[in-house]
């Protein structure tokens, strides 16, 4: 952790409250990344990330400084993430927008460069994509997001879970399975046979 972060704790810790701006400016692009991929939605995400900071704020007395900070609160993001997307599955009211293509925050945005035909199939690719990540439970989502997206281990998906690594391969597994199964190319519908006029020729 370098020396800015670690004044920036001790400050907090004697009271300064504003010495917190230090941490959230430094880590708030990344976490608000992931819990963004995590819930699907811009406003979950920023609830999400906002619990997330509180969290750490509250408990910072509790933070072993030879830790890394960024790693801390990026856990703690990633339990209110799967929390608040627990609490919205049971939520049947709940109807905020999901993530669609061209948001900055995941880097959607088509390139001005791309023909009007290809930005229109790019953009189709982006919706199969996200459809397909709806079948997922979860769980399955948010190991899928954090393995293959943020890149991070299996013992810190299982930490996150709560579950055991175990569980947390067989999560993933069966993301990717889904995924692929309902990202595979659909075979072209039959065509239908022409009809039948029954007439005959006239007769010259």
């Known amino acids: 952790m370098g020396n800015l972060e670690q004044d920036a704790i001790r400050r907090i810790l004697a009271g300064d409250r504003d010495a917190f701006r230090v941490l959230m400016d430094r880590h708030l692009?990344?976490?608000l990344r992931m819990t963004y991929r995590v819930t699907g939605n811009a406003v979950d995400a920023e609830e999400a990330a906002q619990e997330a900071f509180l969290l750490a704020y509250k408990k910072l007395p509790s933070f072993r400084e030879q830790a890394a900070f960024g790693t801390w609160v990026y856990r703690i993001a990633m339990n209110c993430s799967l929390n608040l997307v627990e609490r919205r599955s049971r939520d049947l009211g709940w109807d905020a927008v999901s993530i669609e293509p061209g948001s900055s925050t995941e880097n959607l945005a088509v390139s001005p460069r791309l023909t009007p035909e290809a930005a229109l199939l790019n953009n189709e690719a982006l919706?199969?994509?996200?459809?397909a990540m709806l079948t997922l439970t979860p769980m399955e989502r948010t190991a899928f997001i954090l393995r293959h997206m943020?890149?991070?281990?299996i013992q810190v998906i299982a930490d996150a879970l709560g579950v055991h690594t175990n569980s947390a391969k067989q999560a993933i597994f069966r993301a990717v399975a889904k995924l692929r199964r309902e990202l595979a190319?659909?075979?072209?519908a039959p065509s239908a046979p022409l009809a039948s006029t029954g007439g005959t020729k006239d007769s010259q």
Not at 150 to 153: A, L, Y
Request: proline residues 25%; charged residues 50%; aromatic residues 0%.
């Open 29 to 31: 692009p990344t976490v």
């Open 127 to 131: 919706r199969r994509r996200e459809r």
């Open 150 to 153: 943020e890149d991070q281990s």
């Open 185 to 188: 190319p659909k075979p072209p």
